[in-house]
Structure formats: C-alpha cells, structure tokens
C-alpha cells in the first residue's frame, strides 16, 4: 500500500521559508517522478513542481519558479520543497504525489496546511 506523509506546513509571514517534506512508503521512490501540487481556498488544485525519478529534472509552475525548489532523496524515500519568499497566495494545502511524467498524480497525500500572512 502507497502511503504519502507530509510534514513541515504552517504559518509564515510574507517573505518568509518554509520547507515541506513528504515520506514515501510502499513503493521505491527512485522508479517513480515526485511532485507538489496546492490547493487553495476556493480554487482549482493547481500543479506547483515535480522532480524526475534520478532527480536530475525538475518542473516549476510559473508562479513560483526561482522561489521553490523541489529534491529527493531516494536513499530515504524522501521528496522536500524548499519554499522561499513567499507570499500570501502561495497560502494553501499543500499535496506530495507520486506518479510517472511532468505532472505525476497517481498517487497523493493527506496534504500540509501552508499560510502566509501579509
């Protein structure tokens, strides 16, 4: 059974980091592309970033490229989100999945509340 833990969401001021972890368990995460997806209040999930299964390549939605960094650690099963600068939209609940391609949604976590005050 695929299980998805994320930890590391809260609340933050503008400006601010965060950084958002999730644990992969039930599968190798290395044969599997990682990714972040958010949602927020009142809108659409929407994607946010992915990183291939080597992690040799990683995708960005345009709103937060040059401020989120998405790694791995396949050694531990691990996939983090470095979240900086951030800002009062990027409020949201945050979801880990797992999957195969640019935009892997096969598999998915409970989700991390992430709030950034103005």
């Known amino acids: 059974q695929v299980q998805l833990v994320e930890s590391g969401g809260g609340l933050v001021q503008a400006g601010g980091s965060l950084r958002l972890s999730c644990a992969a368990s039930g599968l190798s995460s290395r044969n599997y592309d990682m990714g972040w997806y958010r949602q927020a209040p009142g809108k659409e999930r929407e994607f946010v970033a992915a990183?291939?299964?080597?992690?040799?390549?990683?995708y960005y939605a345009d709103s937060v490229k040059g401020r989120f960094a998405i790694s791995r650690d396949n050694a531990k099963n691990t996939v983090s989100l470095q979240m900086n600068t951030l800002k009062p939209e990027d409020t949201a609940i945050y979801y880990c999945?797992?999957?195969?391609?640019?935009?892997?949604?096969?598999?998915w976590g409970q989700g991390t509340q992430v709030t950034v005050s103005s």
């Open positions: 999945t797992g999957g195969i391609g640019v935009t892997p949604d096969k598999y």
């Open positions: 990183i291939s299964g080597s992690g040799r390549n990683q």
